[in-house]
């Protein structure tokens, strides 16, 4: 690990989905963004569907990396973080014709149900999560 880089392991429940060092690792938390550095104090966060991003690689050779995700949760102890989601994919995986299709479905359904019950906010999960992958392939 480089001193100004922080590992980082991005997992679902099917695999490692990404695992470097990153610089700057940023998630949608369920208050907002999360920006991760280096040292970080330990913190503990749900996620919402939306972008994750992060400053990877060091040395002058910086990537950043981007990867649509569902819900899960982050950790960020100083030594590293690890974020667990259901389902990420990055840019050049996404299939935008099965995200508006997830999307039109889940709306639809949505349409149907109680603002207040669990199946509404789940419904709206899978609107957010089609909504983030149609985002990130534009």
């Known amino acids: 690990m480089a001193a100004k880089t922080i590992p980082i392991r991005l997992i679902t429940p099917v695999a490692v989905a ?4 990153a610089e700057l690792v940023i998630a949608v938390g369920t208050e907002g963004e999360e920006g991760i550095l280096p040292s970080h104090a330990p913190f503990l966060t749900a996620l919402r569907p939306g972008i994750l991003r992060a400053n990877v690689g060091g ?33 050049d995986k996404v299939d935008v014709a099965a995200a508006r299709a997830d999307l039109e479905a889940a709306s639809t359904r949505q349409k149907q149900l109680s603002p207040q019950s669990a199946d509404h906010a789940r419904e709206q999960s899978i609107i957010d999560y089609a909504n983030a992958r149609i985002a990130l392939s534009a």
């Open 18 to 21: 990404f695992e470097g060092d």
């Open 59 to 91: 040395a002058g050779e910086s990537r950043r990396l981007e990867f649509a995700t569902s819900e899960g949760f982050l950790q960020a102890l100083p030594d590293r973080v690890v974020v667990l989601v259901d389902a990420a994919v990055e840019r």
